[in-house]
Structure formats: structure tokens, C-alpha cells
């Protein structure tokens, strides 16, 4: 491990972290640049901060909104609906798969419902939710439930039906059951497709919560957003946005860790 | 003679909404206790079909198959599969690879397990049982595999191709000790592969099968003059080796 490198190997590592380094800190340029232009703009009402909103104003209410702690409470909300949503949606859509490929009469029989349930844009299901369920949490977790349940039991029943044949074959010349067959290889072969459907449904399920807020609207960075575009408070609608493109980015790069772990660990 | 797999007559069609594809017809043939047999055949005439067939993984459309003179119903308990990919599984260390048999038919206890270990131990996989398979070369991995099919203690193996994805000397160097296993453990096995060379250089016996639907073409005891020792590799010095090869080339007339 700990060899010596020949020079030409430091002078390759060597070039390899400078253009690393390049890259890092021409995306931090950007981030800085933007908002930089932003905040003059505004000062100089090149734009109109009243509907352009400005850094330093939103800066002002994020501090204002920590004070009272309604900042924590919305973005924990959001936060914990979308980690319920997405979690959900993926054990019962591994579940709903396990069912399919157990059965294959019943995944030809259902196949074209859930090929139209996957192309119907599931947010369209929302006011139907609300009068279902009640103006609650729950409506919420259920829209978010609702947009990554269908990809992730397409997702994970190919994934099962892909497992090769000769693996299944060798199985059953130890005379091994169809349970033995799903537990000891179609679905730990199947892993890496499940936590790779997590990744995708945290995105999912947090439009799901999302759109759940605009339409519950009791609390939730949705709730936030759609109320201040309401009152026109374009400052909280703005802080609100930053707030959950960071709180998105931190979930997704959690789930992304837990693969590489789990990658890791095989 | 001591015959342990005995097939009658046996006729395999396959059913698909394409059509009905013939695999095997009116097949019969005898192997023998503790004797190592080669099937050749071109491709696609129905060997691998011949294979799932002794196992009792699928049913002949006609015919009998006899193991111990006991005709095979579901699956043959002592037969042991070994295919031509090592299929062990990434997720798991050697040890529970060639402990899944065990697993599968609940018949893992501190006697059988010890016994994995023992294989694991003297066909030099010992100090590997707690390495993934992505860890280890082709060869050790296909020993491995062979170590997971003999762990559940089969009297037949049936061999399908087992070399085939190896380079060229990773393929003798494993053939050789492969065949030094099975002849230690005394098993009877049937070994299926394309290699003539292969074949004539291990095997007591080799079974040609036609095109498709395969038949028996023709059988042939393989007598080759070396000195004790014999094993696949020295075999393939001896004088008639290339007579044998030659005939069963001919036989198999392949058309370029
Ligand atoms: N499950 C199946 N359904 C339909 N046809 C099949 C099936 N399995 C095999 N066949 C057909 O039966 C014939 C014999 O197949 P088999 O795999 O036994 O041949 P093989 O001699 O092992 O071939 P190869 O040398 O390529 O391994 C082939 O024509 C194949 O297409
Ligand atoms: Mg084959």
C-alpha cells in the first residue's frame, strides 16, 4: 500500500488534484458570482427586489425565521414526510414486486395498469387525495407515497425477472423452494437496484410532499412557499426555495452514502 | 457392470408458441460406477438438455431415467450439478457459497459444515473461506464452485462445460485438478464440453452425440498407454491421443 510511486506516477496524481481543484473552485465562483449579481442588481433596481427578492433579504429572513423556529419546524416537516414517502414507497413497491414475480399471471394480468398508472402524471391525483383522506399529514405521505410506489415496483419487478436463469437453475438442482429461491438469490441480487430506486424515489416522493403541501397547507416548506406567493412575500418564497434545494441535495447525498457503504461492503 | 444412471428410449420435446423443438430423441445410454464420461456433440444437440434431464430439473417427453435403477421422479437427490459459469454468488464469502447447498436442503450442521471446510482445506481454498468471490481468480473460483457442488455430498456430477469460460492454461491447470477431486472423492461424473482434447485427455469414455435432435452417434472407450500416474495432462502425451482425437473430430463434422 504504502510503496514508494515513481515520479511520473506523483506528476500524474499531481495534475489529477489540480484540475480537481480547478473544477471545485469555478463551481464555487458560479455559486458566489450569481448571487453576487443578484445582490447588485437589486441595490441598483436594475430589478425589482419587491419580485426579485435579493440575497441579503433572504438572508434577513432566514435569520428572522430561526428566531421564532418556525424555520426548523417547516423543513423538519418536509423532511420527515419525504423520508416517510420515500421509504414507504419503496418497501411496499418491493413488496407489490415480490407479489408479481411470485405470480406471473398476476403481473401479465395487472402489466397494462401499471403501464398507465406510471404514465398518468400522479400529482393530477392530488384534489382526490385531499377529499379522500382529509386536509392532513396523511394525504401528504399518501401523494408522496403515490409518485414513487408505481416506478419502484416496475423498477425492482424487472430487476427480480432479470436475475439469471442459470443462478435459479443451479438453486433448484439443490432442490430449493421458490421462497428459497427469492431469498437466497432473486432478491439479494436485487439490492443494488433497490437502493438505487431509493435514490430516485427521494426525488419523487419530495414532489409528492411538496405538491401535498400546496394543498394541505398547514405547514412544510410548501406550505411556506405557496402561502408567501400568496401574500407576495417573494423573500419567504425564495428562502424557502434555497432551503429545500439544500435539504433535497443533503437526503439524496445520504442515500447516496448508504449505497457506496453498501456497495462497499459486498 | 455396476450401472448407476441408466436412460431408456428418452425423447425430450420442447414446447414454445414459436413451435416444438426436438432436443433429444429416443436416447439411450448407461454410465457406469465411479466412471468419468464426456459427452460431444455440435451445438445445440440437446447435451445441456441431457444434463437437466439426469437431474430431474425437467421430464422427458418419453423414455426412463433410471438412477440406482430407480426411476427419477422430481429431483434426483444424488446428483450434483455443476454449470458452466461458476454462478457463486458476489454477496457472500466462499465459505457460505459452498455452504449454500447445505443451506437450501437444511442439512447445514456442524458435521457438513466441518466437512466444507475440510474440501475448502485440502483443495487449497482454506485460507480463502472468509474472501468474496470477486476477490479470487477464475480457476480458484471454479474450484470453489466445484467445492459447493460436492459439499452436499452428490455420487453423480454432472459437468456442463465447466471450463469453458477460463483462458486456455487456467483451463488445463483446472481440468487437472478438477479431475484429481472428482477421482479422489470417487464420484462418477459427466462431463459435457466442446474440447476434444479435453474430453479424450479425461474421460473413461466418450459419448458423441448426432445434430439435433441429438442420438447416441457413437461411443468410445478411451485406453491410452501412460505410466500410472495417469491424469489428464500426462494423458495427453500418450501415443493414441491423437487417434482419438482425430476419429471423434471426424465424427463430430463440423462444417466451417
Ligand atoms: N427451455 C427451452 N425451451 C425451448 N427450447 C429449448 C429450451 N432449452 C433448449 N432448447 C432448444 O433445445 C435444443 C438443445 O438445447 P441444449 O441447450 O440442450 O443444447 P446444447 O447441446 O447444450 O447446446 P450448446 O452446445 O450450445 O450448449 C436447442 O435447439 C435449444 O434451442
Ligand atoms: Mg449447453
New interface residues.
Partial sequence: MYEEYSSEHKEFIRKEKVTNNAVMISRIIILVALFALWEVAAEMRWIDPFIMSQPSRIVKTMVNLSKDGSLFLHTGVTIYETIIGFVSGTILGTLVAIVLWWSSFTARVLDPYLVVLNALPKTALGPIILVWVGGTTGSIIVMALLLSIIVTILNVYQSFKSC?E??I????????TKI?ILR??VF??S?PEIISTLKINVGLSLVGVIVGEFLVSKAGLGHLIIYGGQVFKMDLVMTSVIILAIAAALMYLSVAWIEKKFVKM? | MDKVVELKNVTMNYHTLEGETQAIKNLSLDIRRGEFVSIVGPSGCGKSTLLSLI?G?IKSSTGEILINNEPVVG?A?N???M???D?L???LTILRNTT??L???KKLNKDTLRNAERLLEEYGLGEFKYY?PKQLSGGMRQRAALIRTLA?NPEILLLDEPFSSLDYQTRLAISEEIWLIIKKEKKTAILVTHDIAEAVSMSDRIIVLTRRPGEVKSEHDIQLTTCENKTPIICREAPEFRIYFNKIWKELDVHV
Avoid: C, M, N
Fill in positions: 439469471d442459470d443462478k437453475k443451479l438453486l433448484k438442482t439443490f432442490g430449493a428459497q437466497k438469490v439479494p441480487s439490492i459486498r | 437431474s430439473l429431483l437427490s446428483v450434483g450439478y454449470p458452466q459459469r454462478h454468488f458476489e454477496w449454500i447447498g443451506e437450501i436442503q468474496y452436499v
